[in-house]
């Protein structure tokens, strides 16, 4: 699976947090493209070309190294019609 435009592979950024013993769930982007994704949770480095050519991204301050919490990039499926 995979695209040739921003309208393919589509993904969110969820926000897993474990503070205080209490696990709670964030959600920092709906329905971005990938490369959006990618640098806001941090999979690739915000100083990197990738995340600075065009429309520049940076990374949550969620998706930090804190060990009690985490980002995670979930794919959307595609919704698929069928005639």
Sequence with gaps: SGGDSVRHLQVSIENENYNSGKRSTKWLAKSVPFKE?????GYVGDGTPYCKNGT?????SECTSNINSFCRVKQIQPVKFFF
Excluded: M, P
């Excluded at 994704?37 to 949770?41: K, N, P």
């Excluded at 520049?56 to 949550?60: G, I, L, M, N, V």
């Design 56 to 60: 520049s991204y940076t990374q949550a």
């Design 37 to 41: 994704g990618a640098c806001i949770a």
